[in-house]
């Protein structure tokens, strides 16, 4: 299956939230929908779960204009939504068959997947009684109990521990391998490293980047050295390159231990190499090629 974003638009009032979103994502594979605070995550995802109507633009599944109440989808949504004064099991079963899904087939997911989760013991309690980490446990036990093909997470992590966020990790991998589509939103960047094939970057309502994550590190790193001089602090390093390699690199970044330099125009990699060691007061430690991580390519193309 492929869904596909294009070109969707959406104001509010005067205000043009979405500026013309594209993207697309297949089964057995995850997307990162990355964006800062109000960027326009969310109403993108409303918009996916039909809950907004985009003003244009259209959804397609396999080319086809996407219908969510036909597709079984699970969307875990930021503001979490179930009810604390009922109880675990009870509840799931009930949204599931909201979703179509048999009263069996329900109570059967909603056992499995709680625990998988490790939160079986807590079934016959109100959710209100669990702490925080176990109801959100619980939302994604929800989630996932209509056992669909298109499963949108909204900052998932958000509240559980390291044991329970590898728990959540591994779910995760397992749902990118049953090949479902996965639509991953969050600001914590390792976790979307750590699933996300490609990644769609929104800013202000427009799409700033989007592409296959390997291939965008790679492209903005290209050109980008880490260099370090032995006995000399990135802050004198960094004075020493600005004082005489101005004309041939640029600093870009310092570390605890390193400068970031991007060549300037028309420079190589070998005349920077042998620039610095003709530099006989200079012994250089480190020289190699710049990997950024999502982070440092999420503040450069979403900071102001
Ligand atoms: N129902 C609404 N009415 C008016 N404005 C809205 C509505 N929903 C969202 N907005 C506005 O749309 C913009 C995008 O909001 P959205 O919730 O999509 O951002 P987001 O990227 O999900 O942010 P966050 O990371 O903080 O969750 C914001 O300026 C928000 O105020």
Known sequence: MKLEVKNITKSFGETNVLKGISFSVESGKALGLLGRNGAGKTTTIRILMDVFHANSGEITLDGKPFEPRKVQIGYLPEERGLYPKRKVLEQMIYLAMLRGVSRKT????AKRWLERLEVSQYQDRLLETLSKGNQQKVQL?????????????????????????????EVVQEMIRDGKIVIFSSHQMSYV???????????????????????????????????????????????????????IVQITGQTKEDVIVRLNEGVSRRELLAKLSQMEDISIEHFETYKPSLNDIFVARAGE
């Open 106 to 109: 329900a109570s059967a997911n």
């Open 141 to 169: 036990a929800s989630t996932l109990v209509c056992d669909p093909e298109i499963v949108i997470l909204d900052e998932p992590f958000s509240g559980l521990d390291p044991v329970n966020s590898q728990i959540l990790q």
């Open 193 to 247: 490293e750590e699933f996300c094939e490609d990644i769609v970057i929104i800013n202000h309502g427009e799409v700033v980047l989007s592409g296959h994550l390997d291939t965008i590190k790679r492209d903005f790193g290209k050109d980008q050295l880490v260099l370090s001089a032995l006995d000399l602090s990135p802050e004198e390093f960094t004075d020493q390159l600005q004082s005489r390699l101005s004309d």
